[in-house]
């Protein structure tokens, strides 16, 4: 199983992190108040109906490396600058090449033509000494897969425990049967990833699908991930019900991602719910699965 070799990458951590724990040599955990992760997906800044939560995303288990010669302090500041509401930070070594002290250069001051953007830690979180690692960084938010972790329970905890530390969780599922397991545990950030990651297939319709079957409620905040790249799949999913989006590899692969922010926010999403776009009365159900399955 694909998410196996993601949990086994990351033993070698968390046992370094228990050996730590078991000298008490942790850090501290950062007691400075963090962006507000929830907020800034809820009221994006640019009053748009959906907000973009940008990706900084070196390589993929998909795709193999994706860029390694953008460093993540110009990203960041081009991201900004671009008009992103929050920001995605893969921190997994092994398949994403990413590293835990990019969250701290991510958060300098700066790099943001205001104040500093949340910042989410996309990593594979299983045990409790990952969430307390991540609240030594600056990060304002974590990432929790059902699959990685299913069980109510555990999720639960884990997501009490962040939330402890001022983080926010967020949940990610990829159907209805993760979604009962995700809304058990209290989750109130529910990212929906297009993307199974046994398969690596995508499918946007089945993405789509889910939130107009089974819409937010209670105040849940959804996140559409994975197969985002143009103009016309912001509008789809705010159609949808969603809240935001997070967009990575589509912003990431041409080596000029404020560039490419800024032209999937092309589109604008102010005013009314679609701006001055529309989106065809019929799409393409075969577009929707197979289409840019390489976005994320």
Known sequence: MRLERFHQAKQAEVAALRLAAERENLPEPLTASRPDFAAALSTPAS?????????????????????????????????????????????????????LDFLTRAAAPGLYPAAPLPLLRKDFIFDSLQVRATAVTPASALLLIVRLTPEARLLRQLREEAEGFGLHAVVEI?????????????????????????????DRAACLSLARSCPPENGEIWVAASGISRAEHLVQAAEAGYQAALVGTALMEKGMP?????????????????????????????????????AE
């Not at 993760?178 to 993307?195: K, M, T």
């Not at 032209?263 to 840019?292: A, F, I, M, Q």
Request: charged letters at 25%; aromatic letters at 6%; one cysteine or more.
């Open 258 to 294: 404020g560039a490419a922010l800024m032209s999937l926010l092309g589109c604008p999403l102010s005013g009314d719910k679609l701006g001055h776009c529309s989106v065809p009365e019929t799409v393409d159900s075969d577009e929707l699965r197979g289409e840019n399955s390489h």
């Open 174 to 202: 990829f159907d209805a049967a993760d979604l009962r397991l995700a809304r058990e545990s209290g989750a109130r950030i529910i990212q929906v990833n297009a993307r199974d990651l046994q398969t690596f297939a995508v």
């Open 47 to 99: 009053g748009a109906t959906l907000a973009v939560v940008a990706e900084y995303k070196r390589a993929s288990p998909s795709r193999g490396v994706i860029r390694e010669d953008l460093d993540v302090e110009e990203v960041v500041r081009q991201y900004a600058a671009a008009g992103a509401d929050a920001l995605s930070i893969l921190t997994e070594e092994t398949w994403f090449h990413g590293r």
